[in-house]
């Protein structure tokens, strides 16, 4: 460790003092300036840290660049930092402004990069903008789980795609809640009762049926392998009957037995590897 220690302060040294010759700059310093850069780029993220003067390399990038730029450089860069000028307060009406921005940046020369006096501006920009994306997303969630909810205390809930396990998720996903748990679940039992058959299957040729029941009631914090007595995960455990649906049946499958890392019930030829090959093979 020491050794290292004593490696890395030398790699650092060596470039701190190949920083430290460039001196006042001109324009016969550009290989220098250049050979600096590699050298500096070159080092480990430790090295990196010892590095005390890696300021001056930048400034005098900088520098360089404007020495060595032509009319047609310095008009490119001028484009661009009026840009990002331009964008202005940042809202989420700015957003195809500042991607604009962006990508007019990275078309230039990396001479002309660095004549963009402003980039700091255009990274804030974008900092500013996934915020309010953000927080954005947050608020469609939760007005999304609002919605739910008033949907599902003025139906009730029930099983199936429309009005049952879809909104249950999603109500847990928003944060909101279900409001009456029991008298779903009451609902599941009662579809379990009547539905299953004596290989666990809650109809006979769509096997989502399972696996949108497993997602609910895992959201939910139920066992989904004493459902009324029945294991739903052992009606997933048939390739045949799980592809009946095509690649649907096996991408929900998947993600049913995943949903709480499910351990898949012995006795079937339905494993994580053969569910993921019948996707792919269906691509």
Known sequence: ALKQLKDDKAAADAVIALIDSIGEVTAEDDQLIK?????????TDAQIKLVTNYEKLTAAEKEIAFLLATDEDK????AVEKMIEDIGTVTLDKADEITAARKAYIALTDLQKKLVENLTTLENAEKVLETLKAASAEDAYKSTGDYLKKLAEQYGLVVGSTGGEWIVI???RAGVGIPDVEAYYKEVV?????EINDKEQLHRSKSTENSRVILALTALGYDVTDVDGHNLLVGLTDMNYVTKQGPNGAIWALIA???HDYEIPAGGDVTREAL????LADQ
Do not use: H, T
């Open 35 to 43: 050979d600096a850069r590699a050298a500096y780029d070159a080092l």
């Open 75 to 78: 008009a490119a860069a001028e």
């Open 170 to 172: 999603g109500l847990e």
């Open 190 to 194: 009662k579809f379990v009762r009547a």
């Open 257 to 259: 037995f995943d949903s």
């Open 276 to 279: 993921i090959q019948a996707i």
